[in-house]
């Protein structure tokens, strides 16, 4: 500006610095607010209603399934993780925004900071697991502790009126409103800064007053937030204490003990049972459902049913259980893979529960022929009836690997159909069983292009030696899994390079339901090496070489590591 002196022109520099950076702070800090109440008031209504885990889990839904598959690929089983952290990024630099927004247009930033709890209320309360209008209150009560936060604070970073109106030292005391209010431009503070002839910087301002409420927000919506969690570990605890009360009583029908043999004494090859803590998981929840067992029930209903039922977890313990080993593996899973485990499952045969309620197959003239699971969290898996009524035992597990499942893993109860992809058949925190059709009704995957019907593919992988190992030359066991559940591994073959396939030594078969351990000596010579493995299920089908993607109905191609040996 022409005319101005350079002390001017400084001191109007600095206001504008100051005020920008005082409206950030004042941004985060109601962004942190808004947060911490969330978090609190979600302690009230249910963790999933959090907004933070509302929106995460709406993106999880509207994902594409090609960006979806590379946070899988990138991020493995962090994905989750990294979604939150990047949520919670985006909404620092938008609360940021805002402040500074807010320390100019004091109404417009406080709007914002409301339109951000209406995405998450809207998020909130449109997940398919929304337990209605109650799940957007954390996010409206949370924006509107921050909204009311960010006005006073850039009320504070306003001049005060004109002299006379307000209190003569300009930064303390409460102050009345600005009737030409919304416009604190850096004119007005140098104007003022003139006229009072107060010290550059300081003036305009009600520095106490904001140091004060800034202090006193942050140190309640850390107590808010501190309380919020600790009532969630709270709830969370309940749920954990009544699973650790859980005694599965033995079952009729045991599993016959794993094979001696199944097992290969070879290090680094995937052991033949999963452990629990091992097991890969995949799922949507970002919150992991703690099912309060004694809350807990599953209904059956739908086409066909001549008899619904309703049943406690209490009443699956008292049926005859069975126990099997079954390996379970994912659609997701890519041409060697990690989503792929085996474990010892103790439930309730399906077939036994749905003969009860009146339901045939298909052919034998039953009227529906999806089986439409609903978790608590909202998820819907479509099984072909006809699969779990063919003998097979598909069960409504409720131990893993002799423990009552884990949290993580589908507590109280689960699906699990052998030889069926997990999506389309192993609904974890189950509570509802429709029988219905496949035209009628598109369950969560398929409604995102994945396939309705999806079988195991037959599968091999080489466990050990690992991609890019530099093993001695001489001797190096070849090792690792191959399944193709329900059919049966019969042979798994071997090559090193261009070389001709050599069959591998297989473990003994545990079931045709579980995957199969095999092995391979080979005199590694010095250099670089492919080895690359197929296996040929007990149809007599060999693994196909052609390379697919994983949607929509699972990945093929055969599995090769590059070795430098030497
Ligand atoms: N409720 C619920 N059940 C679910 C899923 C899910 O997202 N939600 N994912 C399915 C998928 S894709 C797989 S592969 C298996 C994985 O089970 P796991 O996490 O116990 O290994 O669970 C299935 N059951
Ligand atoms: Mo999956």
């Avoid at 077939?351 to 034998?364: D, I, K, M, T, Y």
Wanted: glycine share 12%; proline share 7%.
């Amino acid at each position: 500006m022409p005319g101005m002196s350079d002390e001017l022109r400084t001191s109007r520099l600095r206001a504008v610095l100051r005020l920008g950076a005082l409206g950030a702070l004042s941004g985060l800090l109601a962004g942190y607010v808004a947060l911490a109440v969330a978090e609190l008031v979600s302690a009230g209504v249910r963790p999933e209603a959090g907004p933070v885990v509302a929106v995460g889990g709406a993106a999880v839904d509207r994902t594409p399934a090609s960006l979806k598959l590379w946070a899988i690929r990138t991020f493995g089983t962090h994905d989750k993780l990294v979604l939150q952290l990047g949520i919670l990024g985006v909404l620092g630099l938008f609360a940021l925004a805002l402040g500074v927004l807010a320390a100019r247009h004091r109404r417009v930033g406080s709007a914002g900071v409301l339109l951000f709890g209406a995405v998450g209320a809207l998020a909130a309360t449109g997940r398919p697991d929304s337990a209605g209008a109650a799940d957007a209150l954390p996010s409206v009560v949370g924006a509107a502790a921050g909204a009311a936060l960010l006005y006073g604070l850039a009320g504070r970073l306003r001049p005060a009126k004109p002299a006379g109106e307000c209190p003569a030292d300009g930064h303390a005391g409460p102050r009345a409103p600005l009737a030409a209010d919304e416009q604190a431009s850096p004119e007005d503070i140098d104007v003022r800064t003139d006229v009072q002839g107060k010290g550059v910087g300081d003036a305009g301002w009600d520095r106490r007053g904001f140091v004060i409420a800034a202090t006193a927000a942050a140190a309640a919506a850390t107590g808010a937030g501190l309380l919020g969690r600790a009532l969630h570990g709270a709830s969370g605890e309940r749920a954990a204490n009544a699973r650790d009360r859980v005694t599965l009583p033995p079952p009729s029908s045991p599993a016959a003990p794993v094979p001696r043999g199944a097992a290969l004494r070879v290090p680094g090859i995937s052991p033949f049972t999963t452990p629990n803590a091992d097991f890969y998981r995949v799922d949507t929840a970002l919150v992991v459902p703690k099912v309060v067992v004694s809350s807990w029930s599953l209904r059956i209903h739908g086409k066909g049913v001549t008899r619904e039922l309703r049943l406690s977890y209490d009443d699956l313990l008292r049926m005859p259980l069975v126990e099997r080993d079954i390996t379970l593996t994912c659609v997701s899973n890519e041409v060697g893979g990690p989503y792929a485990g085996n474990a010892r499952w103790i439930g309730v045969r399906l077939e036994g529960l749905l003969a009860r309620c009146g339901v045939e197959p298909p052919s034998r003239g039953g009227l529906a022929d999806q089986l439409v699971a609903r978790s608590v969290d909202g998820m819907t898996l479509g099984t072909p009836v006809e699969d779990v009524l063919d003998g097979r035992d598909a069960m409504l597990a409720l131990g893993m690997n002799g423990e009552p499942l884990p949290f993580a893993h589908g507590f109280p109860v689960r699906m699990v159909v052998p030889g069926l992809y997990g999506y389309v058949s192993a609904c974890k925190w189950i509570e509802d069983i429709e029988l219905t059709t496949f035209d009628a009704y598109d369950t969560y995957w398929v409604k995102r292009d994945w396939a309705r019907k999806a079988p195991v593919k037959t599968q091999s992988r080489i466990d050990t030696p690992r991609p890019f190992a530099r093993p001695e030359p001489g001797t190096v066991v070849i090792a690792g899994v191959a399944w193709a559940q329900h059919r049966g591994i019969d042979k798994v073959e071997v090559r090193v390079d261009d070389g001709p396939w050599r069959r591998a030594d297989l473990a003994a078969e545990d079931t045709r339901d579980t995957w199969r351990q095999w092995s391979l000596p080979w005199t590694a010579t010095p250099g670089s090496h492919t080895l690359t493995v197929r296996a040929t299920d007990r149809t007599g089908t060999t693994q196909t070489e052609e390379r697919t993607r994983t949607i929509p109905d699972g990945a093929s191609g055969w599995h090769s590591v590059l070795v430098t040996v030497g």
